[in-house]
Structure formats: structure tokens, C-alpha cells
Nanobody, 129 residues
Framework: QVQVVESGGGLVQAGGSLRLSCTAS????????MGWFRQAPGKEREGVSC????????YYADSVKARFTISRDNAKKTLYLQMNSLKPEDTAMYYC??????????????????????WGQGTQVTVSS
């Protein structure tokens, strides 16, 4: 049984930092691409960032580029999202997704994650102004 579990969300002031973590069990983590999506109330879901199965390729949405960093530790079967310089518009539920995708092309990978991935329950990030 595949389980994807996020943690690390919380309330932070604008300009602050948070690190989200995601563990995935029941699947060969080393062979899976991973990503983060977010959705704010009343807004469409947004692909935030993803990382290829090898860790050699990453993608960031323009809205988070240079502020967020995605990484993975295959030994710990854990995905991370370091979020710096947080803004109120980063407030959303953040979801971790895992998919058996082999492409290194970021936009394609985000699409594959969205359509074929295993999703976690989400962790709430709230940034106060």
C-alpha cells in the first residue's frame, strides 16, 4: 500500500522560512519522480516544484523560483521543500506527489505527477503579513 505523508507546515510571518518534508512508503522511492503542488481557497491547483527520480533535474514555478528549493534523500525516502522569503500569497495547502516518471523535462514531469501520481493529504502553510 502506497502512503505519501507530508509534514512541516505551519504559520509563519512574511519573510520567514519553512521546510516541508514528505515521506513515501510502499513504492520504490529511488525510481519515482517527486513533486509539490499547492492550492489556496478559491484558486486553482498550482504545480510548485518537482525533482526527477535521479535528483538530477528540478523544476520551479516562476512564482517560487529563487525562493524555494526542492531536494530528495533517497536513503531516507524523503522529499524536502525549503521555502524562504515566504509571502502571504504562498498561503495554501501543500501536497506531495510521487509518480513513476522518467522524464527530466520539468513541465512534462509536473503534468505526469498531476495526472498519474500518488498524492498525500497535504500540509497547511499560512503566511501572515
Amino acid at each position: 500500500q502506497v502512503q505519501v505523508v507530508e509534514s512541516g507546515g505551519g504559520l509563519v510571518q512574511a519573510g520567514g522560512s519553512l521546510r516541508l518534508s514528505c515521506t513515501a512508503s510502499g513504492l520504490p522511492f529511488d525510481d519515482y519522480a517527486m513533486g509539490w503542488f499547492r492550492q489556496a481557497p478559491g484558486k486553482e491547483r498550482e504545480g510548485v516544484s518537482c525533482i526527477s527520480w535521479s535528483g538530477g533535474s528540478t523544476y520551479y514555478a516562476d512564482s517560487v523560483k529563487a525562493r524555494f528549493t526542492i531536494s530528495r534523500d533517497n536513503a531516507k525516502k524523503t522529499l524536502y521543500l525549503q521555502m524562504n522569503s515566504l509571502k502571504p500569497e504562498d498561503t495554501a495547502m501543500y501536497y506531495c506527489v510521487a509518480a513513476p516518471a522518467r522524464t527530466d523535462y520539468g513541465l512534462t514531469l509536473m503534468s505526469l505527477l498531476a495526472d498519474f501520481g500518488y498524492w498525500g493529504q497535504g500540509t497547511q502553510v499560512t503566511v501572515s503579513s
